[in-house]
């Protein structure tokens, strides 16, 4: 490996570093509580060097979410590649969800300023376009497994698959966080399931999918 290969190596380790350090000093001090100063002592780096990275505490919590949002495309590709009829895929995908909160409660709660995060951030068209790309990418294999279904007939031939695809994925980017503050609230919230959002969420889900199948 030549001198440029190494440094470009050492660069992307360490760019890592800073965002597993920024994911540590989150999870204790919350968002609005920490300070690039606190990323930076948690990284073991000068405050300069922290800077030739991120500029902002903005585009170190993008990344974050934009990591987070890469896991749970994972899990929903996973889910998809089953061997089942497609209105069964979907409700895997709503249950997904669900599983990734719980796995996964700091990335859920990064969606809580993922919209602040990309205004802030604007600078950053790299990672503003790597986002977005995540996003879509997880859209278009919902919309996917809905147009299969349309055609194996388990989903409803008046469905459109392109708002029913992005009305999904919005109710379900918008319920994660919420879920996991509400984990973070109350630590035994699996006990407490009659009375807590999970079971309103999956109440809301199986209605979505009683209404469109076929």
Request: proline letters at 1%.
């Given at each position: 490996m030549g001198i440029k290969e190494r440094k470009e190596r050492e660069k992307q380790q360490r760019r890592i570093d800073i965002i597993n350090a920024a994911e540590e000093v989150f999870s204790s001090k919350g968002?609005?509580?920490?300070?690039?100063?606190?990323?930076?002592?948690?990284?073991?780096?000068?405050?300069?060097?922290?800077?030739?990275?991120?500029?902002?505490?903005?585009?170190?919590?993008?990344?974050?979410?934009?990591?987070?949002?890469?896991?749970?495309?994972?899990?929903?590709?996973?889910?998809?590649?089953?061997?089942?009829?497609?209105?069964?895929?979907?409700?895997?995908?709503?249950?997904?969800?669900?599983?990734?909160?719980?796995?996964?409660?700091?990335?859920?709660?990064?969606?809580?300023?993922?919209?602040?995060?990309?205004?802030?951030?604007?600078?950053?068209?790299?990672?503003?376009?790597?986002?977005?790309?995540?996003?879509?990418?997880i859209v278009t294999i919902i919309r996917g497994i809905i147009q299969n279904g349309i055609l194996d007939k388990t989903i409803n031939a008046d469905i459109d698959a392109d708002k029913l695809a992005l009305a999904l994925w919005g109710q379900m980017s918008g319920l994660l966080p919420n879920l996991a503050f509400e984990r973070t609230k109350h630590p035994n919230i699996d006990k407490k399931l009659p009375e807590s959002s999970a079971e309103h969420t999956d109440y809301l889900y199986n209605l979505i999918i009683q209404g469109i199948t076929r």
């Open positions: 968002y609005d509580n920490s300070t690039m100063d606190d990323i930076a002592a948690r990284a073991e780096l000068a405050k300069g060097t922290l800077y030739l990275y991120f500029n902002t505490k903005s585009e170190i919590c993008l990344t974050i979410a934009v990591r987070g949002l890469g896991l749970l495309k994972q899990m929903i590709e996973k889910t998809a590649r089953q061997s089942k009829k497609n209105i069964e895929k979907l409700r895997e995908i709503l249950a997904t969800c669900m599983q990734y909160q719980k796995k996964y409660p700091k990335y859920a709660r990064a969606l809580v300023h993922f919209r602040d995060y990309i205004e802030q951030c604007r600078e950053n068209s790299e990672m503003l376009e790597q986002a977005w790309a995540e996003n879509d990418a």
